[in-house]
């Protein structure tokens, strides 16, 4: 498989209409290079930026929705267009990611399960999802988190039990703590033997500078590609078979004891 993490940069300088435009343009630039497409969390208003949720969320089939699902359809690419402050029918905010097909149609939304900031921030405007979400690809499963999800393993623990191989991450990370963002998305793809896709945002939300540093880890733990500080679109082949693999040859997995799913029937 061919991904590309589009890090995008957020300023306060730009609208969230200009940044939505050239987020579309910059996914219909890897026609041809890539074929899952991955976005940050909240790249449309900043995840640090609370007191934008309010104004900009919008409905699931929002302006944000329509534009990433048409340039997923004019790319050819599975988009995962990171995440929105989405407002739903009875009102509440949450912290919504889309996941579109190469023809454009849905194909997943997931609700951030853990929200960040210590009651206060997120914590309190937006409300937790409950459901863990997986999508099927040709040739692999993707299991969906957002950002401080991150720090949570019990939940990546379920989506390998609901079949996830790559683990797909949109943050908006603090650069004062990236040493923990590279960590635990390397730890997640070790314990989990899967691949780990990490897409955060660079720039600066509300005043917190952003760690960027996009990284792509392999069922070993092995560094594929990072990203520097700054915009950039990281671009990684990987081969989607090697968690068979990696799962045969070392079946640590199987010897798990405390938290173990039932037997699918």
Same mark, same amino acid.
């Given at each position: 498989? *061919?991904?590309?993490?589009?890090?995008?940069?957020?300023?306060?300088?730009?609208?969230?209409?200009?940044?939505?435009?050239?987020?579309?343009?910059? &996914?219909?630039?890897?026609?041809?290079?890539?074929?899952?497409?991955?976005?940050?969390?909240?790249?449309?208003? %900043?995840?640090?930026?609370?007191?934008?949720?309010?104004? !900009?969320? @919008?409905?699931?089939?929002?302006?944000?929705?329509?534009?990433?699902? @048409?340039?997923?359809?004019?790319?050819?690419?599975?988009?995962?267009?990171?995440?929105?402050?989405?407002?739903? +029918?009875?009102?509440? /905010?949450?912290?919504?990611?889309?996941?579109?097909?190469?023809?454009? !149609?849905? =194909?997943?939304?997931? #609700?951030?399960?853990? $929200?960040?900031?210590?009651?206060?921030?997120? +914590?309190?405007?937006?409300?937790?999802? $409950?459901? /863990?979400?997986?999508? #099927?690809?040709?040739?692999?499963? /993707?299991?969906? =988190?957002?950002?401080?999800?991150?720090?949570?393993? @019990?939940?990546?623990?379920?989506?390998?039990?609901?079949?996830?191989?790559?683990?797909?991450?949109?943050?908006?990370?603090?650069?004062? $703590?990236? %040493?923990?963002?590279?960590?635990?998305?390397?730890? #997640?793809?070790?314990?989990?033997? =899967?691949? &780990?896709? =990490?897409?955060?945002?660079? %720039?600066?939300?509300?005043?917190?500078?952003?760690? %960027?540093?996009?990284?792509?880890?392999?069922?070993?733990?092995?560094?594929?590609?990072?990203?520097?500080?700054?915009?950039?679109?990281?671009? &990684?082949?990987?081969?989607?078979?090697?968690?068979?693999?990696?799962?045969?040859?070392?079946?640590?997995?199987?010897? #798990?004891? /405390?938290?173990?799913? +039932?037997? *699918? *029937?």
């Amino acid at each position: 498989m *061919r991904a590309s993490l589009i890090q995008i940069a957020v300023s306060e300088d730009e609208s969230v209409a200009s940044r939505r435009e050239r987020a579309a343009a910059l &996914v219909r630039e890897q026609t041809g290079a890539a074929d899952l497409v991955v976005l940050p969390e909240l790249w449309t208003t %900043g995840a640090f930026a609370y007191e934008q949720f309010g104004a !900009e969320a @919008e409905p699931l089939r929002g302006p944000t929705y329509e534009a990433m699902a @048409e340039a997923a359809a004019d790319a050819g690419v599975w988009l995962h267009a990171g995440s929105i402050p989405e407002r739903g +029918a009875e009102g509440a /905010l949450y912290n919504t990611s889309l996941v579109f097909s190469p023809s454009g !149609e849905p =194909a997943a939304a997931y #609700r951030k399960i853990h $929200r960040f900031g210590f009651d206060k921030g997120e +914590a309190v405007l937006m409300g937790a999802g $409950r459901e /863990l979400v997986t999508v #099927r690809l040709p040739a692999t499963t /993707l299991g969906l =988190a957002t950002c401080y999800d991150l720090r949570f393993p @019990e939940l990546f623990r379920g989506l390998v039990d609901a079949g996830a191989e790559v683990l797909v991450i949109p943050a908006g990370w603090p650069e004062r $703590r990236r %040493g923990h963002w590279t960590l635990l998305a390397r730890a #997640r793809a070790v314990e989990n033997q =899967a691949f &780990v896709l =990490a897409c955060g945002t660079a %720039g600066t939300h509300a005043g917190v500078p952003q760690a %960027g540093h996009s990284i792509v880890v392999d069922p070993w733990g092995e560094v594929l590609g990072e990203a520097g500080a700054g915009e950039e679109v990281l671009r &990684v082949s990987f081969d989607a078979g090697k968690v068979g693999v990696t799962r045969e040859q070392f079946p640590a997995l199987k010897d #798990r004891v /405390l938290g173990v799913a +039932a037997p *699918r *029937r």
